[in-house]
């Protein structure tokens, strides 16, 4: 049983700060803010994610206009996304964090799909202005990272971080991740090794 809780946390990039940092600090920031409505026996999972091209951190657009820009700065090449997630278990305000990095290669699609993608409103919030899983835009060429942490959560760290705090889920985390999102992971056991970040 899961309940939902959107804290109003502030997103604003502090000055010299990383994107890994970013990230990890607007999660976990979000996981105690979500402690205040709380029980003992409950734990959180909190995340956040960035868009990261060169050295821009791009968040969710303002407008119309920026999600057009974003879209159009990251097209035909590979930019990373980060996200971040943070567990804390409510008992003894234990929390664990993680962070996935991936590598996106967009594809080079034209000024006019774009448009007409920002035109139906998804991409205004969404980090980068756009969804990995949208079913007509599909703006991503091909994957060889972690595609749930581009949606937004990434299960395998997310399992990591359970794993921390003695937390063992009732199902296949790995193998349900891939079945929903049919995609053939290539790095959910180096991730769950503790091999790399995503």
Do not use: W
């Amino acid at each position: 049983m899961f309940s939902v809780s959107v804290p109003q946390v502030d997103e604003i990039l502090r000055p010299g700060e990383t994107a890994d940092q970013y990230v990890r600090r607007l999660a976990e920031t979000k996981a105690r803010a979500a402690a205040a409505s709380a029980h003992p026996e409950h734990v959180i999972v909190a995340a956040d994610t960035a868009v990261v091209d060169g050295e821009a951190i791009l968040g969710k657009p303002k407008d119309m206009a920026e999600a057009e820009m974003m879209l159009r700065q990251l097209r035909g090449h590979v930019h990373q996304v980060y996200s971040g997630i943070a567990v804390l278990r409510m008992h003894d305000r234990r929390l664990v964090s993680d962070l996935c990095v991936t590598n996106v290669p967009m594809r080079a699609y034209g000024d006019d799909e774009a448009r007409t993608y920002v035109l139906s409103g998804d991409p205004l919030d969404k980090a980068g202005a756009y969804a990995i899983q949208h079913p007509f835009f599909q703006p991503v060429e091909s994957m060889s990272g972690c595609y749930a942490s581009v949606m937004g959560l990434p299960l395998c760290h997310l399992l990591r971080a359970f794993r921390q705090l003695e937390i063992t889920p009732s199902v296949d985390v790995p193998s349900n991740c891939q079945t929903f999102l049919r995609y053939q992971c290539p790095v959910s056991r180096a991730i769950l090794r503790g091999e790399q970040a995503g």
